[in-house]
């Protein structure tokens, strides 16, 4: 089958895609390194520093969650594959101070395997850095054992409250605190209803047949719980918040920062549809809708779906997340 899309020497697509992003994004982002997502001015070394690492192919994530209240460091991988510990440790070291650094990490294995080794090395050297490991996909299925749990979008809550904690000049035991706080707080499912490519082989990701979704589904298309038929944007969000809300036993009088995820070719509208349902099953319930975000922050290429992530909010977060950020993805 001949390839849809626009992309020249597959070995050069992320070299390219970073060159162009950065580009694009040139009074927030620069390139540094051996291709490294740096802020454009550099914070203050009396706070705290915040680095990820990621597979590319999920754009604007995760290279767009770096920037003024956020992120100050993002190593990307290979489409859909970790970056390897020799340049995830040269933004540690770059990224170093005695405010120390905070390092978030989804929970896939090939990420989990390369920070490993990363916190080794960072242990041998005697840097300052501190793990929070994101897992809050609700499709595996003990919340008291996530270590099968992967971590989808929800990571977007993480590094916005943490990142304006270091900007506030907290400690990094306080931010690494306020990360765990969101990260248990927070729950994520996905749902899939037609699949992706691969850009560099257009290799298909993974089936879903016409007529049906995928409820569960991962960002690289890994299974989900299970196949259903496809059902309207009413009742899909009923499903997938019922399930949220059980996860995390939230209880009348709470208050939930929501998000829809686009994965890459569900439309605005369709996602702006399921927000306006999940906030009518909210209010039924007496629950509060205190914040809310629509749109695309983590894609699977041109998967059609979305992901719904809800977390629990207390006063101090929601504080944390209306602070001021500038990113690619995300400007407050």
Wanted: net charge negative; hydrophobic share 45%.
């Amino acid at each position: 089958m001949a390839s849809k899309k626009f992309v020249n020497k597959p070995d050069n697509l992320v070299n390219e895609l970073l060159e162009g992003f950065a580009l694009a994004h040139n009074n927030q982002i620069k390139l540094t390194g051996d291709n490294l997502v740096v802020r454009k001015k550099d914070k203050p070394k009396d706070k705290v520093a915040l680095v990820t690492l990621g597979g590319s192919g999920h754009e604007p994530a995760l290279s767009g969650f770096v920037g003024d209240g956020m992120l100050d460091i993002s190593v990307p991988g290979e489409v859909f594959a970790a970056p390897g510990p020799p340049r995830v440790i040269e933004a540690i070291r770059m990224a170093n101070r005695d405010a120390g650094v905070l390092f978030v990490v989804l929970n896939h294995e090939g990420d989990v395997m390369s920070a490993n080794v990363v916190m080794q090395m960072a242990k041998k050297e005697g840097l300052n850095v501190k793990q929070i490991l994101t897992h809050e996909d609700i499709s595996a299925p003990s919340r008291q054992d996530p270590k099968d749990r992967r971590g989808l979008s929800g990571c977007l809550f993480v590094i916005k409250v943490a990142g304006a904690a270091a900007e506030k000049g907290c400690s990094l035991d306080e931010c690494l605190e306020i990360a765990e706080r969101m990260e248990k707080n927070m729950a994520t499912l996905a749902v899939a209803v037609s699949s992706a490519s691969h850009p560099a082989t257009d290799q298909i990701i993974a089936e879903v047949p016409a007529g049906r979704m995928n409820v569960g589904m991962g960002q690289h298309g890994e299974a989900g719980q299970g196949e259903m038929d496809l059902e309207t944007a009413d009742k899909t969000a009923e499903i997938m918040l019922d399930m949220l809300l059980k996860d995390l036993d939230i209880k009348k009088g709470e208050k939930l920062l929501v998000m829809i995820n686009g994965v890459g070719s569900t439309t605005l509208m369709e996602q702006c549809v399921i927000l306006r349902r999940v906030n009518q099953l909210l209010n039924e319930k007496g629950i509060t809708l205190a914040r809310s975000l629509v749109g695309e922050f983590l894609t699977v290429q041109e998967m059609g779906g979305f992901q719904m992530v809800i977390a629990r909010m207390d006063d101090e977060l929601l504080q944390l997340w209306d602070a001021p950020s500038n990113s690619p993805a995300l400007k407050m």
